[in-house]
Every structure is written in structure tokens, then in C-alpha cells.
């Protein structure tokens, strides 16, 4: 007899990790819908997708009802623009994914008897105060400045996870993604790292922000959807961090990319976005312990690996500068 498959919803399915996320899903033998409704995320991310029968995708907008026919067994929570720039250009669009958009899949959740875990961050920690950040950690968070629209959303996104784990016993996951890069990243989603290749690929100077002096640690997007696969089939309700621990200045980051892609151009400082986090780590004692995880992707070598994914995309790409449904989604 044939097994029937597990059926998975991924909302922002058609971003850059919600896209990784549909790949695992597949080949780990589930029948996979994506939703999106393309703010940020593209169709060129799944494209290679359509032809599977597993495969389904709904253009939906999350932070509205959301209706999906039939059995659900796991629900993964990943629509949110998640760069600064992002979330300066769509504030209200942000807060609504990550409050109203997480409440009507909860209930969705609830609904299907489904098990369901929400993308949240680092930004939960702020500009943190503890280093490295463990998830004891409450943070220090600014709500009213510029990121706060996102680190905000997010914050309650957990609280109302929570709330649904406690008060209905809902099956639930939180995990608090660091930094991931990897192929599929908007080069124009003005995140440091497709800034700084696109920036390398057009013959453009490197903009480091403020004097560089500030610290990231950057997670291959493998290692990042190995870490929440492990998370979801864990029976481990409260916040898990992933993220790979290797710190780095921004100076240095941009110095490896100038080595990497062999630009001739310089770097230019440019001023520091407000409430721009001096240094930020992932503990990851709590992954290690209770889901047997830690990254195996080296920046050496998960940089060569985005650094080729770019390269080869066509020339008008690098061009692109906003991103295509914007107008209709500013509210
Ligand atoms: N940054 C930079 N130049 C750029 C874009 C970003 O120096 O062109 C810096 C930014 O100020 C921050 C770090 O790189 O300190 C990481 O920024 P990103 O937007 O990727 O994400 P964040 O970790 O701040 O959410």
C-alpha cells in the first residue's frame, strides 16, 4: 500500500530560506504548499518546483484569513520581509505578517490538529547587552525606533506562540534564526551580503556602515535548514537559537568578499543605520544539547558557493533595484 504523504504548509515559501525550506520538504518525501504573497519573495525561487506534483503554491497575503483545503500535519511560519530595508520601506506590512499573519495560522493550526513553528530572530535580542546571546537572554529592544517594527512583531509572534502552547496546548516551535546567507537572497534586499557582491558585480565600491567595527555571524542557509528540520521533529517547545557562531567584523566581511570576487574597487563608509546592533552571536549550547545540531558549512566555503549562485545570474538582475508588488502592499 502506498503511504500517504505528510502534507506541509510554508508560508513565505517563495523567499529565500522559505524556498530552501520547500526543497527539504520535498525531498525529505512531504507534499509541500507554499504560500507568498510575493512582497519579497519571488517565483524565480520555485520555479523548478511547479513541475512537481508534490508541489502546490497559493498567492496569498497571510495577514489576511487563510484557507488551506484539506488535512495539514505541520505548518511552518516564514513570510516576513526580514532585511532593514525591507521593513523601513514596508513597516505596517511587517508588524501585520508577524502579529496578524502569526494569529490566523495558529488558528489555522488549531483548526488542522497540526504542529506548527514560527520563524523568529536574533533581532528579538536588540542591540544586545549579553555576548553571546543565549536564549535566557530578554534583550534590549528599542520599540519605537526604526527596527522596532520587526523585532517588535516578532517578540509577539513568540508571546502569542506561547500563549496558543499554554493555553490550548497547541504543538508548537519557535526557532531564532541568526544571520543565514546563501543562493536565493535578493541581491537588492540591502542585506550586507548580497550588498556587498552585488556591489562587487556591478564595479561598484563596498559600503561598510559606520567603521566597521561591528560584529555578525553569518550561517550557511544548509546548515540553517538543517538546524529548524531538527527543531521541528523535536518534541522542544521553548526558543532554540540557529545560527552559526564564527564571528566577524563587517570590515573584515567586506574584505573577504574584495578577496573572493577579486573586485578592484575600494571600501567607502557610509553612516550607521539607528539602533544598528554593535555585535551580535548566536549560543547555540541549547541546539547542540537537545537537537545534536551544529553548522558544518565553513564562510570560506559557503561564501564560494553564494558567491557562484550570483555570478551566474543574468546581468539585468544585478540591476533590479525595487522589488516588484511593492505599491500594492505598503498598508
Ligand atoms: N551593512 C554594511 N553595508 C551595507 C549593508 C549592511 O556595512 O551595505 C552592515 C549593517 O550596518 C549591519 C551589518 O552590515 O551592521 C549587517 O546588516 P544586515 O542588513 O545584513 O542585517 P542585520 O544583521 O543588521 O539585521
Known amino acids: 500500500m502506498i503511504k500517504k504523504k505528510e502534507r506541509v504548509l510554508i508560508t513565505g515559501g517563495a523567499g529565500f530560506l522559505g524556498s530552501h525550506l520547500c526543497d527539504r520538504f520535498l525531498k ?17 525561487n520555485i520555479e523548478h518546483l511547479f513541475k512537481n506534483p508534490d508541489f502546490e503554491f497559493y498567492h496569498h497575503d497571510v495577514s489576511k484569513y487563510v484557507h488551506v483545503p484539506g488535512e495539514l500535519h505541520y505548518i511552518l ?8 530595508i525591507d521593513y523601513l520601506k514596508i513597516p505596517i506590512q511587517t508588524l501585520k505578517v508577524g502579529s496578524l499573519g502569526t ?61 496558543y502552547h499554554r493555553f490550548h496546548g497547541l504543538d508548537t516551535r519557535i526557532v531564532r534564526i541568526f544571520n543565514t546567507y ?16 552585488g556591489q562587487a558585480l556591478r564595479g561598484e565600491d563596498l559600503t561598510v556602515f559606520g567603521d566597521g567595527s561591528q560584529t555578525r555571524s553569518f550561517c550557511y542557509v544548509d546548515d540553517q535548514v538543517e538546524g529548524i528540520f531538527r527543531l521541528l521533529m523535536s518534541d522542544y517547545h521553548l526558543p532554540v537559537n540557529i ?25 567607502v563608509f557610509k553612516p550607521l543605520p539607528q539602533d ?39 546581468r539585468e ?8 508588488n511593492f505599491d500594492k502592499y505598503i498598508y
Not at 296 to 313: H, I
Not at 317 to 324: A, D, I, S
Request: aromatic residues 8%; proline residues 7%; hydrophobic residues 35%.
Open 317 to 324: 538582475v544585478l540591476y533590479e533595484r525595487e522589488y516588484r
Open 77 to 84: 511560519h516564514f513570510a516576513s520581509p526580514a532585511s532593514p
Open 243 to 267: 545560527g552559526n557562531p564564527e564571528e566577524v567584523t563587517i570590515l573584515a566581511f567586506a574584505e573577504e568578499i574584495i578577496k573572493l570576487t577579486g573586485t578592484t574597487q575600494k571600501i
Open 276 to 314: 544598528d546592533p554593535k555585535q551580535r552571536q548566536p549560543d547555540i549550547t541549547l541546539a547542540k544539547k537537545i537537537l545534536d545540531w551544529e553548522p558544518k558549512v565553513s564562510r570560506a566555503e559557503g561564501l564560494r558557493l553564494t558567491y557562484d549562485y550570483f555570478r551566474a545570474l543574468p
Open 28 to 44: 525529505e518525501g512531504f507534499h509541500v504548499i507554499a504560500m507568498d504573497n510575493l512582497i519579497t519573495g519571488d517565483l524565480r
Open 182 to 197: 546563501g543562493p536565493r537572497m535578493r541581491l537588492n534586499d540591502g542585506r550586507v551580503l548580497p550588498a556587498f557582491i
Open 103 to 163: 494569529h490566523n495560522l495558529l488558528g489555522l493550526a488549531r483548526l488542522k490538529k497540526c504542529r506548527i513553528l514560527v520563524a523568529s530572530t536574533s533581532e528579538v535580542y536588540g542591540d544586545p547587552l549579553v555576548h553571546p546571546q543565549s536564549e535566557d537572554y530578554y534583550g534590549n529592544v528599542n520599540p519605537i525606533g526604526p527596527r522596532g517594527v520587526y523585532d517588535e512583531a516578532k517578540r509577539f509572534q513568540e508571546a502569542m506562540t506561547m500563549a
